[in-house]
């Protein structure tokens, strides 16, 4: 088989794979408002591209962990993604009316519910993980929580708005986009690993280097796609960023220095994998699909 048809069967198994963990995730019908369930399902079904949940699963095959057990793991990182999705979505925040090709859950559902669905899916992630027959499932919550938190998703975005309307330095945008994007990222690739082997240091110093670099390359594409893409194309409004007069990879290299950026990323992503030799395999294909997304 052709490596890039490889690929494809291999993440499109693992996308319908997530796709029904995260219904059975979501299936709870204990009191729960139908109202509010709706909302959560809504946001996080049915939609996107699931990076993270491959990242876990590439890292769990790294480290021969069984997919079942990675599951749980994928799931709670793109449960918190998708509520970040619906509060940066939200007046106060983005101010987003289209996500992932359908009106932004607030739009759908309303503002309050909207923040309640995000709020549910973040505590909902958690009670997934914490059932995770994996090694130290304790560790594995709290580098989740530390990587949501204030010190990470949460607190860029908080640096992020803080930024609207000013100049940042390249150093600068690096550091928020750590937080606001790798911060996840990162702990999907932490996850996926931790359900298998223990990583030795070096190990685990290769993987965060790959996180680092991965994850910056996903938002380099991100800040170009928002100035070349379309609604149809990316499922959410384009050219956000410059209405926004927010800084960006494109604002301060402009499109082609950052797109040489992104190819530059993604070669510090390959190198870091050095290590691993054929076993990061997946890894290696999921970097180069990030760099050439085209949603
Ligand atoms: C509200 C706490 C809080 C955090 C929001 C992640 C985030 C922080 C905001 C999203 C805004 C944004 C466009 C960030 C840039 C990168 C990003 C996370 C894009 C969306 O992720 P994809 O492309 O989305 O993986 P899909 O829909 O494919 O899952």
Request: hydrophobic content about 50%; some cysteine.
């Amino acid at each position: 088989m052709e490596p890039d048809l490889a690929f494809a069967v291999w993440s499109g198994e693992r996308q319908h794979r997530i796709e029904d963990v995260l219904r059975r995730a979501l299936a709870f019908n204990d009191g729960a408002p139908p109202r509010l369930l709706e909302a959560m399902r809504y946001a996080v079904l049915d939609g996107g591209k699931r990076v993270r949940a491959l990242l876990a699963y590439a890292t769990g095959e790294l480290t021969g962990a069984a997919p079942a057990v990675v599951d749980g793991p994928a799931a709670a990182v793109e449960m918190i993604h998708a509520y970040s999705l619906a509060h940066d979505d939200l007046p106060s925040m983005d101010n987003d009316a289209l996500r992932r090709g359908k009106p932004s859950c607030h739009v759908a559902f309303g503002e309050a519910i909207a923040l309640l669905a995000g709020d549910t899916l973040q505590a909902q992630a958690f009670a997934v993980l914490a059932a995770v027959p994996m090694r130290d499932v304790g560790a594995a919550c709290m580098l989740l929580a530390r990587a949501a938190g204030a010190c990470g998703m949460a607190g860029g975005q908080a640096v992020d708005l803080a930024h609207v309307g000013t100049r940042m330095s390249v150093a600068d945008l690096e550091t928020m986009h750590l937080m606001k994007t790798g911060a996840l990222i990162r702990a999907a690739i932490r996850l996926g690993a931790d359900c298998g082997r223990a990583l030795g240091a070096d190990e685990e110093a290769a993987l965060d280097a790959f996180a680092r670099a991965a994850g910056l390359a996903f938002q380099v594409v991100d800040d170009v796609l928002d100035v070349e893409g379309s609604a149809a194309t990316l499922g959410k409004t384009a050219g956000k960023d410059a209405a926004q007069a927010k800084p960006t990879y494109v604002t301060l290299l402009g499109v082609a220095e950052a797109k040489r950026h992104a190819a530059a990323l993604n070669e510090e992503a390959h190198r870091a994998l050095a290590e691993f030799g054929g076993a990061a395999r997946r890894l290696h294909e999921i970097a180069d699909w990030i760099t050439r997304r085209t949603h």
